[in-house]
């Protein structure tokens, strides 16, 4: 009795320990399983892309567009591009062609020529913006600054824009680079140039301003002339009227001024008149015109 009651404690924990292993081995198989399924995929989310570098072949030449993707786990692994437009800002110190000191912000949008990422990330990695745009933006417009003077740069702005715009295209042809925009931003002169300008403009103005005055004097001096011209033709006229007709046109014009005289103060209201009277002794008093307010 004892012995058959001590081999069944001893057989119990082995069937225990082997109802264990018997639970477990499926877990873990499904656990690894699941692991190996979830590091065998890869995300690229909107407005990127992905190149795969694998460790025998080295960077695939095919391109991964938006969406769930599979690869080998760790034998490749995922390299991702943002491939929206991108903002970049270039400033350079550079001189005219007069030898001024100019100041020069550029505008870059850019973005990676999606066929060539691989290409792109084998020659300059996923930082190639930075590796490539400020070289190539201050060499072009160094090269581009130097062949106007600083006036030109002012008046000609939109030339030299086109200019730098041009040149930059060309010499990123080879960098799997594209642009969508290129602008010239803003210039800034030293202020002994800039002071020279504002000068140059006042001076301008100011000549400008004695040349109208001139000009008015001569018009008014031309007005007076004729003016004079027409009086003194009139004043002979009725002079010659007088002559063969006597006073008569005079008279005419001291009854049309009196009759414009009274037609004023008969429509006036602050203006009252008094008849004159007798005196008492037989004469006429005067006529009064009182300016009532």
């Known amino acids: 009795m004892s012995s058959a009651m001590s081999s069944a404690m001893s057989s119990a924990p082995s069937s225990l320990r082997s109802n264990v292993l018997t639970l477990i081995k499926p877990t873990l198989f499904v656990a690894i399983s699941a692991a190996l399924f979830a590091s065998?995929?890869?995300?690229v989310e909107a407005g990127h892309r992905a190149v795969i570098f694998d460790r025998i072949r080295g960077v695939l030449p095919d391109v991964s567009d938006e969406g769930t993707h599979f690869l080998i786990p760790w034998l490749q692994r995922p390299i991702y591009f943002d491939v929206r437009t991108r903002p970049r800002r270039i400033e350079a110190a550079t001189g005219s062609n007069d030898m001024q000191t100019?100041?020069?912000?550029?505008r870059i949008l850019h973005r990676p020529i999606i066929d060539s990422l691989p290409n792109l990330y084998k020659e300059y990695g996923t930082d190639y913006d930075d590796r490539i745009l400020p070289s190539i933006g201050n060499e072009v417009l160094k090269a581009v600054i130097a062949q106007f003077e600083a006036t030109d740069l002012i008046t000609r702005r939109e030339t030299v824009s086109k200019t730098i715009r041009d040149m930059i295209?060309?010499?990123?042809?080879?960098?799997?680079?594209?642009?969508d925009d290129i602008s010239l931003v803003d210039l800034t002169f030293s202020k002994e140039f800039t002071n020279s300008v504002e000068a140059k403009q006042i001076a301008q103005q100011e000549a400008e301003r004695a040349k109208y005055l001139v000009e008015k004097t001569d018009k008014e001096r031309e007005a007076n002339l004729i003016?004079?011209?027409?009086?003194s033709k009139a004043a002979e006229l009725i002079s010659n009227a007088i002559n063969e007709h006597g006073t008569g046109l005079i008279e005419l014009r001291?009854?049309?001024?009196?009759?414009?005289?009274?037609t004023t103060l008969a429509t006036s209201r602050n203006v009252t008149y008094l008849p004159g009277g007798g005196n008492g002794s037989g004469g006429d008093g005067p006529n009064l015109l009182l300016n009532v307010k």
């Open 227 to 231: 003016r004079a011209e027409g009086e």
């Open 254 to 262: 001291r009854i049309e001024a009196s009759r414009e005289i009274a």
């Open 169 to 179: 295209v060309d010499r990123a042809r080879n960098f799997h680079i594209a642009f």
């Open 102 to 106: 100019v100041r020069v912000t550029l």
């Open 40 to 43: 065998s995929m890869y995300n």
